[in-house]
């Protein structure tokens, strides 16, 4: 009886300690700006963007003058920042889709590619303070 006691006890401190240990202090509190550049259809596509706290916001302007904003997720791992998004533009374009991945190439410059259903295939530039 005693074993399982403690044995319940052990696996709920664990359980307790997993939830409420804090989560590494590298937390990013600094936006992460970067620029897009890309094309769809023969169109020249262009965007700004930031990301924080591993959410992102993108404006970009896509063909026959759409402009729009994309909501970003990533998915923050060791060297890669795989994401993905949902946006709306202009010009009768609705809804847009998105995905990419961005990487770090030192330790405060950044490329990334992605696709955009509105904007087409891009390539990223940013810059990490």
């Known amino acids: ?6 044995a319940k006890t052990l696996i709920a ?8 240990t804090p989560n590494q202090a590298s937390a990013q509190l600094i ?10 259809d023969g169109d020249v596509t262009y965007a700004v963007g ?9 404006l970009g302007t896509g063909p ?5 904003v994309d909501v970003l997720k990533f998915i923050n791992l060791p060297v890669i920042s795989p994401y993905v998004g949902l ?3 202009s010009e009768d374009k609705g809804v847009a889709v998105s995905g990419g991945v961005q990487v770090g190439a030192t330790d405060h410059i950044f490329v ?3 696709y955009n259903s509105v904007r087409g295939f ?4 940013g810059v990490r303070f």
Request: proline share 4%; aromatic share 10%; net charge positive.
């Open 31 to 40: 936006p992460q700006p970067w620029v897009s550049v890309g094309g769809n």
């Open 122 to 125: 891009n390539g990223q530039l």
């Open 1 to 6: 009886m005693k074993k399982a006691v403690i």
């Open 87 to 89: 946006g709306y533009y």
């Open 112 to 114: 990334g590619a992605g």
């Open 13 to 20: 401190s664990l359980g307790f300690l997993t939830l409420f």
């Open 50 to 58: 930031a990301r924080a706290l591993n959410l992102g916001v993108e």
């Open 64 to 68: 026959d003058g759409a402009t729009g």
